[in-house]
């Protein structure tokens, strides 16, 4: 199976500043189509997963545009450009390239 | 508007077994594989089964396999989970996701499962 990576595994933020969430693969993520299946979840607390992004920089509809993603490979990233209080949970990135699907182990994001 | 709404959770003894139920509504359900992916307490999110869109291939985490069935009846809008000889570790809140794109777009709320004596 595909083993995906994230650092750092808990990111205190100040409200209104940056955040940056860094997701790796241990395999290629680009698959035979020339996409690369590799998406971002936000899980606040208490609540069920949301997706974020998906085939990684493409927001879904109502995600704020303070969320954005980029990468290729096996190197992704999750940006916050300003931290809100609402954007407190846990991030976990998605590989949908190689089966089984396989998370990321959580990033934690809280209030500093 | 798309819901997925899980039911089926509760308390059981290790050995025995439980089956989840998923409704869903707001899309074709028959055009989608729709997958279970849990959460143990505290705990990451894994990948449990998967059924494609007209019930013909079904896919189990090794975790799972020989012990849970997936299955779905489109003429109801509905998945199931039969899961039998349950352990302590599949103790966990289980979700039914409808997979689209490579990914998952749309979770259900969870049902939880005990396993405990």
Same mark, same amino acid.
């Given at each position: 199976?595909?083993?995906?990576?994230?650092?750092?595994?808990?990111?205190?933020?100040?409200?209104?500043?940056?955040?940056?969430?860094?997701?790796?693969?241990?395999?290629?993520?680009?698959?035979?189509?020339?996409?690369?299946?590799?998406?971002?979840?936000?899980?606040?607390?208490?609540?069920?997963?949301?997706?974020?992004?998906?085939?990684?920089?493409?927001?879904?509809?109502?995600?704020?545009?303070?969320?954005?993603?980029?990468?290729?490979?096996?190197?992704?990233?999750?940006?916050?450009?300003?931290?809100?209080?609402?954007?407190?949970?846990?991030?976990?990135?998605?590989?949908?390239?190689?089966?089984?699907?396989?998370?990321?182990?959580?990033?934690?994001?809280?209030?500093? | 508007?798309?819901?997925?709404?899980?039911?089926?959770? #509760? +308390?059981?003894?290790?050995?025995?077994?439980?089956? +989840?139920?998923?409704?869903?509504? #707001?899309?074709?359900?028959?055009?989608?594989?729709?997958?279970?992916?849990?959460?143990?307490?505290?705990?990451?999110?894994?990948?449990?089964?998967?059924?494609?869109?007209?019930?013909?291939?079904?896919?189990?985490?090794?975790?799972?396999?020989?012990?849970?069935?997936?299955?779905?009846?489109?003429?109801?809008?509905?998945? !199931? +989970?039969?899961?039998?000889? +349950?352990?302590?570790?599949?103790?966990?809140?289980?979700?039914?996701?409808?997979?689209? #794109? !490579?990914?998952?777009?749309?979770? #259900?709320?969870?049902?939880?499962?005990?396993?405990?004596?």
């Amino acid at each position: 199976d595909v083993v995906m990576t994230q650092s750092p595994l808990s990111l205190p933020v100040t409200l209104g500043q940056p955040a940056s969430i860094s997701c790796r693969s241990s395999q290629s993520l680009v698959y035979s189509d020339g996409n690369t299946y590799l998406s971002w979840f936000q899980q606040r607390p208490g609540q069920s997963p949301r997706r974020l992004i998906y085939k990684v920089s493409n927001r879904d509809s109502g995600v704020p545009d303070r969320f954005s993603g980029s990468g290729s490979g096996t190197d992704f990233t999750l940006q916050i450009s300003r931290v809100e209080a609402e954007d407190v949970g846990i991030y976990y990135c998605l590989q949908g390239t190689h089966w089984p699907p396989t998370f990321g182990p959580g990033t934690k994001v809280e209030i500093k | 508007e798309v819901q997925l709404v899980e039911s089926g959770g #509760g +308390l059981v003894q290790p050995g025995g077994s439980l089956r +989840l139920s998923c409704s869903a509504s #707001g899309f074709t359900f028959n055009n989608y594989g729709i997958h279970w992916v849990r959460q143990a307490p505290g705990k990451g999110l894994e990948y449990v089964s998967a059924i494609n869109s007209n019930g013909g291939s079904t896919y189990y985490a090794d975790s799972v396999k020989g012990r849970f069935t997936i299955s779905r009846d489109n003429s109801k809008n509905t998945l !199931y +989970l039969q899961m039998s000889s +349950l352990r302590a570790e599949d103790a966990a809140v289980y979700y039914c996701v409808k997979r689209n #794109g !490579y990914s998952y777009d749309d979770w #259900g709320q969870g049902t939880l499962v005990t396993v405990s004596s």
